[in-house]
């Protein structure tokens, strides 16, 4: 499985992105996705997450009410649409994938990753 993220880069405060986490070599549908970031000079933190199924999905207490996590697996794809973004929000944008299972917020239960996408978030 190999993942791809895309979508990122430079916005004001108030914007919005979309990112997007598009997977080869596997049907991402077996898998439950989550997105990270890390910001410079500080460690990789869990930002949202969906289930295989499409129908749970999971929040960082920082992002609720302005990310929205979907998937579509017609397009071996997984979105993440970023609204109202705050300057706390720039870093590295990384998607993981895994088997399903718990502690979706949790890095290490991750086995697969995509090489990152710089969000930047100023005026």
């Given amino acids: 499985l190999h993942l791809v993220e895309s979508g990122g880069g430079f916005v004001q405060p108030g914007g919005s992105l979309r990112l997007a986490c598009t997977a080869s070599g596997a049907i991402l549908e077996y898998y ?22 499409g129908d749970n999905a999971y929040y960082a207490d920082s992002v609720k009410g302005r990310f929205t996590i979907s998937r579509d697996n017609a397009e071996n794809t997984v979105y993440l649409q970023m609204n109202s973004l705050k300057p706390e929000d720039t870093a590295v944008y990384y998607c993981g994938a895994r088997f399903p299972g718990s502690d979706y917020d949790e890095d290490y239960t991750y086995d697969y990753w995509g090489q990152g996408t710089q969000v930047t978030v100023s005026s």
């Avoid at 500080?42 to 199924?53: H, N, P």
Wanted: aromatic fraction near 18%; hydrophobic fraction near 45%.
């Fill in 32 to 53: 439950d996705i989550g997105w990270f970031r890390q910001a410079p000079g500080k460690e990789r933190e869990f930002v949202a997450a969906i289930d295989w199924s």
